[in-house]
């Protein structure tokens, strides 16, 4: 047997195979380029390939919306869970343990056949937004909006955070940014959900594991802390530059930069940075889109490093005037499909997933009795 080698943070090592996404060449979903699935899909449909691993007919997305639009509503346990937790909870800590709680009372969730996680994955994905919304309301002491069973994920979800009906342009935005959010081979949230999977747990503990690792900032919790380094940054394109390159000096990392694996740029963050900008224009805000491009090309210039997804999703949910905590569950909203494909693909062909660690610590020792311990 060879000698094992070591990559720190696994970079670079094939630890698993999967059918569901591929980064090479660009990114693309069971063999669909993301540019091409913007162009000429909706989320549902993506959502709907990534699950049942075709695209959709129109009939199989009409029955798919249906099944979403009924599954919109939350056990009344959770919704008082909801209210009664505290006002320090963050928005992505209360989705977290509110899909922990859904497992109670999901029908199906002692069945792991492949069918049931299907079921499941649909609830799931249906019932994310509601908790999203419904903790926002409740929260405050407000009163949630019912869910609405006619409109797609994306639309639905604005209407339950507003109460208003969202502008065509506002819907199709966020679409495209949860298409390009929604999937992405073994990023840590997915590797961490198809660990938990491989285990023979279920998949509510797995998507539970999954937003517990989406929290950080070196992961999903980066486009929550974008408006801070553009606030940060100053409003002029001087006072820009001399704050990224003083953050730099100061060996900080800017959140919406760098990438494991893409080392010459993301495709997602160069497709949702038009969307970003437009966003900006109708809100009136272009000039923290100005103060972005300064920080891009600082960031090019001495780091050779690039935007990634979370740089223009970032600036787009902040023109759409949604409240920064949201943004992460907002990234789980849309990743969840992601998740739930790889749990469902790591059962439908399992193996334990369990690596070995280099032991660095101390030579092989005697105990001493309690008494003799110096
Ligand atoms: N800003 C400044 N320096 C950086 C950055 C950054 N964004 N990213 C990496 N570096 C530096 C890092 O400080 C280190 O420098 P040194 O060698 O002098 O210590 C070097 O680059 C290598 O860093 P690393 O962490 O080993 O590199 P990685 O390829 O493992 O990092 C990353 C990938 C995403 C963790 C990292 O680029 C990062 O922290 N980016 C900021 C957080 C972020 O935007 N995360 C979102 C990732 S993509 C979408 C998603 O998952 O949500």
Same mark, same amino acid.
């Given at each position: 047997?060879?000698?094992?080698?070591? %990559?720190?943070? +696994?970079?670079?090592?094939?630890?698993?195979?999967?059918?569901?996404?591929?980064?090479?060449?660009?990114?693309?979903?069971?063999?669909?380029?993301?540019?091409?699935?913007?162009? $000429?899909?909706?989320?549902?449909?993506?959502?709907?390939? +990534?699950?049942?691993?075709?695209? /959709?007919?129109?009939?199989?997305?009409?029955?798919?919306?249906?099944?979403?639009?009924?599954?919109?509503?939350?056990?009344?346990?959770?919704?008082?869970?909801?209210?009664?937790? /505290? *006002?320090?909870?963050?928005?992505?800590?209360?989705?977290?343990?509110?899909?922990?709680?859904?497992?109670?009372?999901?029908?199906?969730?002692?069945?792991?056949?492949?069918?049931?996680?299907? &079921?499941?994955?649909?609830?799931?994905?249906? #019932?994310?937004?509601?908790?999203?919304? @419904?903790?926002?309301?409740? %929260?405050?002491?407000?009163?949630?909006? /019912?869910?609405?069973?006619?409109?797609?994920?994306?639309?639905?979800?604005?209407?339950?955070? &507003?109460?208003?009906?969202?502008?065509?342009?506002?819907?199709?935005?966020?679409?495209?940014?949860?298409?390009?959010?929604?999937?992405?081979?073994?990023?840590? *949230?997915?590797?961490?959900?198809?660990?938990?999977?491989?285990?023979? %747990?279920?998949? $509510?503990?797995?998507?539970?594991?999954?937003?517990?690792?989406?929290?950080?900032?070196? $992961?999903?919790?980066? @486009?929550?802390?974008?408006?801070?380094?553009?606030?940060?940054?100053?409003?002029?394109?001087?006072?820009?530059?001399?704050?990224?390159?003083?953050?730099?000096?100061?060996?900080?990392?800017?959140?919406?930069?760098?990438?494991?694996?893409?080392?010459?740029?993301?495709?997602?963050?160069?497709? +949702?940075?038009?969307?970003?900008?437009?966003?900006?224009?109708?809100?009136? %805000?272009?000039?923290?889109?100005?103060?972005?491009?300064?920080?891009? !090309?600082?960031?090019?210039?001495?780091?050779?490093? $690039?935007? @990634?997804?979370?740089?223009?999703?970032?600036? +787009?949910?902040?023109?759409?005037?949604?409240?920064?905590?949201?943004?992460?569950?907002?990234?789980?909203?849309?990743?969840?499909?992601?998740?739930?494909?790889?749990?469902?693909?790591?059962?439908?062909?399992?193996?334990?997933?369990?690596?070995?660690?280099?032991? !660095?610590?101390?030579?092989?020792?005697?105990? #001493? /009795?309690?008494?003799?311990? !110096?």
């Amino acid at each position: 047997m060879s000698s094992p080698t070591y %990559s720190p943070g +696994l970079e670079g090592v094939i630890a698993g195979e999967t059918a569901i996404c591929s980064v090479e060449g660009g990114l693309s979903y069971r063999g669909y380029a993301v540019g091409d699935l913007v162009e $000429h899909s909706s989320f549902d449909e993506t959502a709907y390939l +990534l699950l049942h691993g075709e695209l /959709p007919t129109a009939p199989q997305l009409a029955a798919f919306q249906t099944r979403l639009a009924a599954a919109r509503r939350l056990p009344p346990p959770l919704n008082d869970l909801l209210a009664a937790l /505290p *006002s320090s909870t963050t928005p992505l800590d209360a989705l977290r343990t509110s899909v922990s709680a859904l497992a109670h009372f999901d029908e199906d969730a002692n069945d792991q056949s492949h069918v049931a996680n299907v &079921r499941k994955a649909e609830r799931l994905l249906a #019932q994310i937004p509601v908790v999203i919304a @419904n903790h926002y309301w409740l %929260s405050r002491g407000g009163t949630p909006h /019912p869910a609405r069973q006619d409109l797609p994920h994306a639309a639905n979800f604005l209407f339950m955070l &507003r109460g208003v009906d969202p502008t065509p342009a506002e819907v199709k935005a966020l679409e495209v940014s949860l298409i390009l959010y929604a999937e992405h081979e073994f990023n840590a *949230s997915t590797f961490a959900a198809r660990v938990i999977a491989s285990t023979l %747990s279920d998949l $509510h503990a797995a998507v539970t594991g999954a937003i517990g690792a989406l929290k950080g900032p070196l $992961h999903g919790g980066a @486009n929550e802390k974008v408006v801070d380094i553009l606030t940060a940054a100053g409003s002029t394109a001087e006072a820009a530059e001399k704050w990224v390159r003083d953050a730099l000096a100061r060996k900080e990392r800017i959140m919406g930069f760098g990438h494991r694996v893409y080392k010459t740029g993301d495709v997602r963050a160069g497709i +949702l940075k038009e969307y970003a900008r437009k966003a900006a224009e109708a809100a009136g %805000s272009i000039g923290l889109e100005e103060v972005a491009e300064v920080i891009e !090309k600082v960031m090019a210039a001495e780091k050779n490093m $690039h935007p @990634n997804l979370d740089w223009p999703a970032g600036r +787009l949910y902040h023109a759409m005037k949604l409240e920064i905590p949201l943004y992460t569950p907002i990234f789980a909203m849309s990743r969840i499909t992601g998740w739930a494909a790889h749990v469902i693909e790591q059962l439908d062909n399992n193996r334990l997933i369990r690596p070995r660690a280099l032991y !660095k610590g101390p030579d092989r020792r005697a105990v #001493q /009795p309690i008494g003799e311990r !110096k």
